[in-house]
């Protein structure tokens, strides 16, 4: 079975960073697209950044600037730093593989990041 687990999540005051990292298991990582995504109590789950197999990276314009996605595929892993955090950041971060080939899609457990004004 497909596992994600996401890590990292923690309280931080607003202007702090956090780096938040996302281990893939019994997946081949390579050919999935990786994606962070997060959610606030009452509202949906929005898209925070994407990275393709082949290292493009997509951002919210919420985030742009701020945060930065990316892979290791050596370690099947994927990490968001996110830096000048703002309370508005605050939520549970999701983290979403995509099969290219399966076109299925897998979550982790989500890990929640609260920032402090």
């Known amino acids: 079975q497909v596992q994600l687990v996401e890590s990292g999540g923690g309280l931080v005051q607003a202007g702090g960073s956090l780096r938040l990292s996302c281990a893939a298991s019994r997946i081949i990582f390579s050919i999935h697209i990786m994606g962070w995504y997060r959610q606030c109590p009452g509202k949906q789950r929005e898209v925070v950044a994407d990275?393709?197999?082949?290292?493009?990276?997509n951002y919210a314009d919420s985030v742009r600037g701020r945060f930065t996605v990316s892979r290791d595929n050596t370690k099947n892993t994927v990490y968001l730093q996110m830096n000048s955090l703002k309370s508005e950041d605050t939520a549970i971060y999701y983290c979403?593989?995509?099969?290219?080939?399966?076109?299925?899609?897998?979550w982790g457990q989500g890990t929640q990041v609260t920032v402090s004004s």
């Open positions: 979403r593989a995509y099969g290219l080939i399966s076109r299925q899609q897998y």
């Open positions: 990275i393709t197999n082949g290292g493009e990276t």
